[in-house]
């Protein structure tokens, strides 16, 4: 199952770019912008010791990484359980990920999925991604891959793009959907075009062998170059970088000059997609 590294500097990004909470909220978001960590944990404790559910999460979050105080997971836990026990899907998904990997509490996927859970019932899509991993690998109940699909998709459509490339791969092998080559090439397409590495690869190879999609070499060079050339991505699975260029120079084989210079030009002219958060 892919997961993401444990760290949450996304959700934080949301309380931060989001609307305002006035005084010391404010000023504790400031200094955490401005890598003032000390500072920012100073005024976030205050606030998630009244019960601020926004500040309970950083603070954890801060416990987690070791930012501003003495990495802790046991503290990560308790200050998220506070956020996810006043009912946040944040505090709820960051708690289910501190039990899926075991760090401040015993690794337990069933209570990793009991969290996941509530927050992707509110529409959480990280909650929504870990919840269909764990039905697609069987981790804290039985495998279904009718359920993964669901919540893989439900998190797809809010733009992860991680889910959307696991939705394709089950279209691709017919796992808890009907097999469908052209459904598979449209949610790998999404995955792709926001600069996931390995959906990227996959593009290429169904534009390289027709799969889902109009046989195109130009195209399938263009995602195989962009994978191999992808070194942002930290999810990016090892040896894809490489892959993608062994799967660039068989199919450059098969081209004339003329379609290597266009998928070099498109190449270099491709812009990712921002996904949506």
């Given at each position: 199952?892919?997961?993401?590294?444990?760290?949450?500097?996304?959700?934080?990004?949301?309380?931060?770019?989001?609307?305002?909470?006035?005084?010391?909220?404010?000023?504790?978001?400031?200094?955490?912008?401005?890598?003032?960590?000390?500072?920012?944990?100073?005024?976030?404790?205050?606030?998630?010791?009244?019960?601020?559910?926004?500040?309970?999460?950083?603070?954890?979050?801060?416990?987690?990484?070791?930012?501003?105080?003495?990495?802790?997971?046991?503290?990560?836990?308790k200050w998220?359980?506070?956020?996810?026990?006043?009912?946040?899907?944040?505090?709820?998904?960051?708690?289910?990920?501190?039990?899926?990997?075991?760090?401040?509490?015993?690794?337990?996927?069933?209570?990793?999925?009991?969290?996941?859970?509530?927050?992707?019932?509110?529409?959480?899509?990280?909650?929504?991604?870990?919840?269909?991993?764990?039905?697609?690998?069987?981790?804290?109940?039985?495998?279904?891959?009718?359920?993964?699909?669901?919540?893989?998709?439900?998190?797809?459509?809010?733009?992860?793009?991680?889910?959307?490339?696991?939705?394709?791969?089950?279209?691709?092998?017919?796992?808890?959907?009907?097999?469908?080559?052209?459904?598979?090439?449209?949610?790998?397409?999404?995955?792709?075009?926001?600069?996931?590495?390995?959906?990227?690869?996959?593009?290429?190879?169904?534009?390289?062998?027709?799969?889902?999609?109009?046989?195109?070499?130009?195209?399938?060079?263009?995602?195989?170059?962009?994978?191999?050339?992808n070194v942002?991505?930290?999810?990016?699975?090892?040896?894809?970088?490489?892959?993608?260029?062994?799967?660039?120079?068989?199919?450059?084989?098969?081209?004339?000059?003329?379609?290597?210079?266009?998928?070099?030009?498109?190449a270099r002219?491709?812009?990712?997609?921002?996904?949506?958060?």
């Amino acid at each position: 199952m892919r997961t993401p590294s444990a760290a949450l500097i996304l959700i934080i990004s949301l309380f931060l770019a989001g609307p305002a909470i006035a005084g010391p909220f404010e000023d504790a978001a400031y200094a955490y912008k401005q890598g003032d960590f000390k500072t920012a944990y100073r005024l976030y404790k205050p606030l998630a010791e009244q019960g601020l559910p926004e500040a309970q999460v950083i603070l954890g979050y801060m416990y987690e990484t070791g930012q501003g105080v003495p990495q802790d997971y046991t503290e990560a836990v308790k200050w998220y359980r506070k956020a996810a026990d006043q009912g946040g899907a944040i505090g709820q998904s960051s708690l289910g990920q501190m039990y899926f990997l075991g760090q401040g509490v015993p690794q337990d996927y069933a209570e990793a999925a009991k969290w996941y859970r509530k927050a992707a019932e509110q529409g959480s899509r990280f909650g929504q991604y870990m919840l269909g991993g764990l039905y697609q690998e069987g981790y804290g109940f039985p495998k279904d891959f009718a359920e993964a699909a669901k919540w893989y998709r439900k998190a797809a459509e809010q733009g992860h793009s991680i889910a959307q490339f696991q939705l394709a791969h089950l279209y691709a092998e017919g796992h808890g959907v009907p097999q469908d080559y052209a459904e598979a090439a449209k949610w790998c397409r999404k995955a792709a075009e926001q600069g996931y590495s390995v959906a990227q690869n996959d593009l290429g190879a169904m534009y390289a062998n027709g799969d889902g999609v109009p046989q195109d070499y130009v195209l399938a060079h263009l995602w195989f170059s962009l994978a191999a050339s992808n070194v942002l991505e930290e999810e990016m699975h090892e040896g894809t970088a490489m892959h993608a260029a062994k799967n660039r120079d068989l199919v450059a084989s098969k081209m004339t000059p003329d379609q290597i210079a266009e998928a070099q030009k498109l190449a270099r002219e491709w812009k990712p997609k921002k996904e949506e958060k």
